[in-house]
């Protein structure tokens, strides 16, 4: 059975747990265009959607490298149907670069028997309007790597070539146990699998907080890609995660390093700008009638504790190293002020 889109194809057999589909279309756009697609301003366009974890890395690390200027980005609405994530948030429903309604076109002017889940990020060579990759873990790397001629002025190194091996590391373990370990507890098809997975999740999130109760970051003293990786998840966790995946050991709110932690990424320029909870919600409690057969979006959780107070200062680091804050968010880009915290 497939689950929804925005799981990235990921299915489950009951009973039993929750597996991944983790075959993607893995091209790469590279700096010497090594396998076809060279990186160049304004050829491509990401797709991505507000209300996804795995979407949502792609829009922090290309605020914070400053990307904006040389990828444009076309947003997807929060909620779809079997077929496809779509562009109804614009004018006529038409996303005003590619012309396209569904997201599927893309991947069928890529192949037109593309047999899995249309997925986001995805990444569209404009002038073909055919998906490029939607390898949603590669994507950032390369935006840090291939991408840098084109970084802002101050962008911070979030893939640093020293620190990549213990990136990796913490990266795989965030991913299997936490990133995925959420839908592992939300798509449990028994109660064996689920139990299994609820417990394999927490005490990730328990390893986590002693990691971070001596330190600011999750790998050196400053903001890495496995910061953003984890971010997606946390700041999904009391929204969602809690109650509609059955997540509810504590509250992010309840664990005080991580709800310090977490709090104090939100308030970093790129992170809790690019969050739309209003999205968010409407996805998961909209989309996954198997788990919400009635489609009600709940009011809460209150949201004005992300901008509370978090004294992560005290560990020392610096969020950006050498860098600076990126700019403001691009007007047609920003968050709708009743949509954030």
């Given at each position: 059975m497939t689950t929804s889109p925005t799981e990235n194809a990921g299915s489950y057999v009951e009973p039993g747990a929750?597996?991944?589909?983790?075959?993607?279309?893995?091209?790469?756009?590279?700096?010497?265009?090594?396998?076809?697609?060279?990186?160049?301003?304004?050829?491509?366009?990401?797709?991505?959607?507000?209300?996804?974890?795995?979407?949502?890395?792609?829009?922090?690390?290309?605020?914070l490298l400053g990307l904006e200027q040389v990828l444009s980005?076309?947003?997807?609405?929060?909620?779809?149907?079997?077929?496809?994530?779509?562009?109804?948030?614009?004018?006529?429903?038409?996303?005003?670069?590619?012309?396209?309604?569904?997201?599927?076109?893309?991947?069928?002017?890529?192949?037109?028997?593309?047999?899995?889940?249309?997925?986001?990020p995805?990444?569209?060579?404009?002038?073909?309007?055919?998906?490029?990759?939607?390898?949603?873990?590669?994507?950032?790397?390369?935006?840090?790597?291939?991408?840098?001629?084109?970084?802002?002025t101050g962008a911070p190194q979030l893939y640093p070539e020293p620190l990549r091996a213990e990136i990796d590391s913490v990266n795989r373990r965030v991913y299997t146990e936490v990133n995925n370990g959420v839908y592992r507890c939300g798509f449990a098809g028994s109660q064996d699998a689920y139990d299994a997975a609820y417990d394999r999740l927490?005490?990730?999130?328990?390893?986590?907080?002693?990691?971070?109760?001596?330190?600011?970051?999750?790998?050196?003293?400053?903001?890495?890609?496995?910061?953003?990786?984890?971010?997606?998840?946390?700041?999904?966790f009391d929204a969602v995660y809690h109650g509609h995946f059955k997540c509810n050991r504590e509250k992010l709110s309840?664990?005080?390093?991580?709800?310090?932690?977490?709090?104090?990424?939100?308030?970093?320029?790129?992170?809790?700008?690019?969050?739309?909870?209003?999205?968010?919600?409407?996805?998961?409690?909209?989309?996954?009638?198997?788990?919400?057969p009635t489609g009600i979006v709940p009011k809460g959780p209150e949201l004005s504790g992300w901008r509370t107070p978090h004294g992560r200062e005290a560990l020392g680091g610096n969020p950006f190293g050498d860098g600076t804050p990126p700019p403001p968010p691009l007007p047609p880009e920003q968050v709708p002020a009743a949509h954030g915290a």
């Open positions: 929750f597996n991944r589909d983790t075959n993607y279309i893995t091209t790469r756009i590279t700096a010497d265009g090594r396998e076809g697609y060279p990186v160049e301003p304004q050829r491509y366009r990401l797709i991505a959607a507000r209300a996804c974890p795995w979407a949502n890395r792609t829009l922090i690390v290309r605020r980005l076309g947003l997807c609405g929060p909620t779809h149907d079997k077929r496809s994530w779509t562009f109804d948030l614009d004018p006529g429903e038409t996303d005003p670069v590619l012309g396209i309604h569904f997201l599927r076109d893309a991947y069928l002017a890529r192949d037109p028997e593309y047999p899995r889940g249309i997925t986001v995805a990444i569209v060579d404009v002038p073909t309007g055919q998906v490029v990759t939607n390898d949603y873990a590669q994507i950032t790397l390369d935006f840090s790597t291939e991408w840098s001629r084109f970084h802002r927490f005490t990730a999130l328990d390893w986590l907080s002693e990691r971070l109760s001596e330190q600011r970051y999750l790998v050196g003293d400053t903001i890495t890609e496995a910061d953003v990786r984890l971010f997606t998840t946390l700041v999904r309840e664990q005080p390093v991580l709800w310090a932690y977490a709090r104090d990424l939100f308030q970093t320029p790129g992170f809790g700008d690019t969050v739309d909870f209003t999205q968010i919600k409407q996805h998961y409690y909209m989309v996954h009638r198997d788990i919400n």
